[in-house]
């Protein structure tokens, strides 16, 4: 198979599994997550990184290889999303941004007029930035007028495990929007991974199902094998499914028959 490379924002990338780290219990187990997913990109948040602290900083468990994608988690409007992003900038943490403004406390919904609105003067100030939302259409729409480098539908409501439950939603943002699609959030099993990366889903982010697992080095390796089997399963194009049953072998032919 020829070289399948996934380019954003000008940023080469083999893997498409992209990985978190919130809710490790311990944060020192972040970089074996890392290299046992193969995954080059990682988000954080920004309240959690403390670039002068002597111990206890989750940066320190990032291997440098890794590309690192803030985000704006805890912001509930526009303008909070925007100030956390240009910190994040001023703190060295590089232009990708992942816009997340989330104002209900309940179901952690993400609210798609303030994300597009963050987005569109971020993009504008040369910010690479994803914005994480509900697989919606039109909002999906704004985000690609607004300059958006991809668009993060959930899977699920975020940290649910609860799998693709947006499937069908996410499959017409495939059909319809001109930008990388990487599902986010809710995703609680490899194999649902997969199923994104099958109906040609651009690339996965997983925390919370990586990091809650029993083994989660183990279930991080899992994961990127995952993503990989369903790229290459949407790449090699799956057969017509038909209603009826058709034989493999032809039915004729048989040693009995003269």
Known sequence: MSEDI???GGFKLESRLFTGTGKYADDSIISDVCEAS?????????????????????????PKYMKLLPNTSGARSADEA????????????GDWIKIEVISDN?????????TAKATEILANEGFVVLP?????????RSLVDAGAAAVMPLGAPIGTNRGLKT?????????????PIIV???????????????????ACLVNTAIATAGNPVLMARAFGR??????????????AMCRHAKASSPLTGFLSED
């Open 6 to 8: 996934f380019e954003i």
């Open 38 to 62: 193969a995954s080059q990109v990682i988000t954080v948040a920004l309240r959690r990184v403390d670039l002068e602290s002597g111990t206890g900083n989750v940066m320190d468990y990032i």
């Open 82 to 93: 925007i100030r956390i992003a240009r910190l994040a900038r001023a703190m060295g943490c």
């Open 184 to 202: 986010d959030a809710g995703i609680g099993n490899p194999s649902e991974a997969c199923e994104a990366m099958e109906m040609g889903a651009d």
């Open 106 to 114: 309940k179901y952690l919904l993400p609210d798609g007029y303030e």
């Open 132 to 140: 994480y939302i509900n697989a919606d259409l039109y909002v999906a």
């Open 167 to 179: 499937r069908e939603m996410v499959r017409i943002l495939i059909e319809e929007i001109d930008l």
């Open 226 to 239: 995952a993503v990989r089997a369903g790229r290459e399963a949407y790449l090699a194009g799956a057969g």
